[in-house]
């Protein structure tokens, strides 16, 4: 048990649905993360919140919606997925991005997507 | 280019014997971070290792950093099947604002 909860664990989605991903977490962090996990390539950061605003957006396509409602949810919100987007997508959060912190980072389990 | 890349890829090794991975990064760190992930599942952080620290101990683990060489290296002392996972080495780059980049992974095999 890391603190970080992500749900659901498993979806699978056919490419005009609309779906989102839940994370939470329980350790008073104020900096959290999505990440996208492909096989064979690295670990793809696709935006960060800091302290409920958003600084970072890595060309992520739009079809990726992020929201952070306050500093322990996180969501993503999926619409006319590509199938080239099955992956797994991981929420992570840290104690902050101010600087001192060491941004050592905890992961949730991760929402394996298939999109069909 | 990916700042991180470990190497080698893939290791596969007898349980009880030690497991290297090293890793290379481009741009100065403020600490370089080590995190391991079993198949499928979330990644869990393992050691930390500041830019003005050259070596690091956690139980079986042992981490040094060459900032002259820009260089990484992971040791697992007497591995057990269940040390089997990917290991991923991850920089907080100045540049970057401490926000971490992940390298590829390195597969980490321990036969019983």
């Known amino acids: 048990e890391t603190g970080v909860t992500q749900t659901p664990r498993h979806l699978v989605m056919g490419m005009t649905n609309k779906k989102s991903l839940k994370c939470e977490q329980h350790?008073?962090?104020?900096?959290m993360y999505w990440y996208k996990q492909s096989a064979k390539k690295p670990l793809e950061l696709m935006f960060v919140?800091?302290?409920?605003?958003?600084?970072e957006n890595n060309s992520v396509p739009s079809r990726f919606s992020p929201e952070c409602p306050n500093s322990s949810h996180l969501f993503l919100h999926l619409h006319t997925l590509q199938p080239e987007d099955s992956a797994l997508y991981l929420c992570?959060?840290?104690?902050?991005?101010?600087?001192?912190?060491?941004?050592?980072?905890?992961f949730g389990e991760g929402s394996r997507l298939t999109v069909l | 280019s990916q700042q991180g890349e470990e190497d080698p890829q893939a290791l596969s090794i007898q349980e009880g014997e030690n497991a290297t991975m090293n890793c290379s990064y481009k741009t100065s760190i403020n600490n370089l971070q080590w995190y391991r992930q079993n198949s499928g599942r979330g990644l869990v952080h393992l050691i930390l290792i500041r830019s003005n620290e050259r070596e690091k101990h956690s139980g079986r683990l042992r981490v040094t950093l060459d900032t002259s060489k820009k260089s990484s290296s992971l040791l697992i002392t007497a591995s057990r099947a269940a040390d089997t996972a990917s290991y991923f080495c991850a920089t907080a780059a100045k540049a970057a604002g401490n926000k971490l980049t992940f390298g590829g992974g390195t597969r980490v095999l321990v036969k019983p």
């Open positions: 350790l008073g962090h104020n900096a």
């Open positions: 992570a959060s840290s104690q902050g991005l101010q600087r001192g912190h060491t941004g050592e980072l905890f």
């Open positions: 919140y800091s302290l409920e605003e958003r600084v």
